[in-house]
C-alpha cells in the first residue's frame, strides 16, 4: 500500500467537505507545480472551495444541477485561465511563495475575483436557464425556508472576513449544512471529473473514490449503505423538517463529520 497516497487522498478528502480554509500558499504550488498530480489535485481541491461560496450567492433558488455545472466549468475555465500565462498571471505579481500573511490575501483575492470574472461570463442567462415562477419553485428544485444553504445567511467565514465568534451551536449546525450542501451538489463526482478532465494521476483518483465509497456508507443522510440522488435527498430533508428542530439536524451532521475524520483520516 502506498502510505503517501493514502495520507493524503484521507486528509483531502476530509479539507474538501467544507468551504473554509483556503490556502493560498497551495494554490501558489498547484500553479507552479500543475505538471505535478498531486499538486494539481492540492490546487483544484482550493479552486472548488473558492468557487462554491461564489456558486452559492449567484445560484440560490436554482436547481442544484445548475450549481454543480457552474462550479465545475468555473473551476476549469480558472485551471485553464492560469495554465496559459501563468507567469504574467501570478508570478509576476507573486514571485515568492505566499507566506507572509498581504502575500497570502493577495493571492487568495486574485483568484477569487479571477473565479468571479470567469463564473459571471459562464452564467449566461441561456446557460442558467429561465427564471423560475412561484409555481416551479417546488421540492425538485431544492428550495428550502428561512434562506437554508443560503451561504449568505449562514454568515460563513472566509478569507475576506474578519473572525466572527460563534456559539458552539452555531458553528456545528452552520458548518453542517454546508456539509449537506456540498453532497447535494455531488461534490465528489464533480471533483473527480476534474481531476480526470485534467490529467491527474489515476492513482490518486481511484484513492479518492474507493475512500468516498468507504465514507458514503456512513453517511447518515444514505439508505441501507446507499446514497441517496440529490432529489430524494431534498425529499428527506424536507421531511426531516417537519418533524424535528432543523438545527439538531444539521448539529448531527456536523458531528458525524467529525467523528468520522476522526477515526478514518489517518
Not at 10 to 26: A, M, S
Not at 83 to 103: L, Q
Not at 220 to 244: A, V
Request: net charge negative.
Amino acid at each position: 500500500m502506498n502510505t503517501r497516497l493514502t495520507q493524503f487522498v484521507h486528509g483531502l478528502y476530509f479539507d474538501l467537505q467544507t468551504v473554509e480554509g483556503v490556502r493560498p500558499l497551495e494554490i501558489w504550488n498547484g500553479i507552479r507545480e500543475i505538471g505535478d498530480s498531486f499538486e494539481k489535485t492540492t490546487l483544484v481541491k482550493n479552486l472548488y472551495k473558492i468557487v462554491l461560496p461564489l456558486v452559492n450567492e449567484r445560484c440560490f433558488g436554482r436547481p442544484f444541477e445548475q450549481h454543480s455545472r457552474l462550479a465545475k466549468e468555473a473551476v476549469d475555465a480558472v485551471l485553464a485561465w492560469y495554465s496559459k500565462d501563468a507567469e504574467a498571471r501570478i508570478f509576476e505579481r507573486f514571485p515568492y511563495p505566499p507566506t507572509g500573511d498581504g502575500d497570502q490575501k493577495g493571492v487568495y483575492h486574485a483568484v477569487k475575483e479571477r473565479a468571479a470574472v470567469l463564473l459571471a461570463d459562464l452564467d449566461t442567462p441561456q446557460a442558467g436557464g429561465p427564471p423560475l415562477d412561484a409555481g416551479e419553485q417546488g421540492l425538485r428544485h431544492g428550495v428550502f425556508p428561512d434562506g437554508l444553504f443560503d451561504f449568505r445567511e449562514m454568515r460563513l467565514v472566509d478569507n475576506d472576513l474578519p473572525y466572527i465568534i460563534f456559539t458552539d451551536k452555531e458553528f456545528k449546525v452552520i458548518h453542517g449544512l454546508a456539509i449537506v450542501y456540498l453532497w447535494l451538489l455531488d461534490l465528489d463526482r464533480i471533483f473527480v471529473e476534474t481531476l480526470a478532465r485534467n490529467g491527474v494521476d489515476g492513482a490518486i483518483i481511484e484513492e479518492y473514490l474507493q475512500f468516498a465509497r468507504k465514507v458514503h456508507e456512513e453517511n447518515p443522510l444514505t439508505i441501507h449503505g446507499q446514497r441517496m440522488e440529490t432529489q430524494e435527498l431534498i425529499s428527506h430533508i424536507h421531511e426531516k423538517l417537519k418533524y424535528e428542530d432543523y438545527l439538531d439536524l444539521f448539529e448531527n451532521v456536523y458531528s458525524w463529520y467529525e467523528q468520522t475524520k476522526a477515526r478514518l483520516a489517518d
